[in-house]
């Protein structure tokens, strides 16, 4: 039995709406799961002028990561035909975002799949929900805590 940490964000439409429904469709796929309290950040990797609600969520799973990963992509598309992403490949206001942060303390480098998310360290609206769900979690490159890696996060911010 796995524990998964996924993150839900949506900066467009009813955000608070989307992210009910994200976490109704979660709670059918995968059971029973604890929620973070939302967090409104700036959006991350882009300029726009529409702030993301986010929050985390944390469940157990028998699945492997990457069937987790398939099953996520899935709730996403079937709640927003919205696209993540410009022609570009650069990022764009979204829907809805599904992100799968970790699964328990594994290091996983596959095609289309990285665990825990390569950038978890840059992302306070990753880091809060997540040390509020498991302060004790490590991540398994670094051995830091979430509230550690906050630390350093917002540590970086003010040079």
Do not use: C
Request: hydrophobic share 40%; net charge negative; glycine share 6%.
């Amino acid at each position: 039995m796995h524990t998964v940490f996924i993150n839900i964000g949506s900066n467009m439409g009813q955000r608070r709406l989307v992210l009910s429904r994200a976490m109704r469709a979660v709670g059918e796929a995968f059971g029973p799961y604890e929620i973070s309290h939302v967090v409104e950040s700036e959006p991350w990797g882009f300029d726009s002028d529409r702030k993301f609600l986010n929050l985390g969520m944390m469940f157990n799973s028998e699945l492997e990561p990457r069937q987790i990963l398939e099953r996520l992509l899935e709730i996403e598309k079937s709640l927003s035909t919205v696209p993540h992403r410009n022609a570009d490949g650069s990022y764009t206001d979204r829907e809805l975002d599904i992100d799968l942060v970790a699964v328990d303390e594994l290091t996983v480098e596959e095609p289309g799949l990285i665990l825990p998310h390569p950038h978890l360290a840059e992302r306070d609206f990753f880091l809060v929900p997540m040390e509020e769900l498991a302060p004790g979690w490590h991540h398994p490159a670094t051995g830091l805590t979430p509230t550690q890696m906050l630390y350093n996060l917002e540590n970086s911010k003010i040079k």
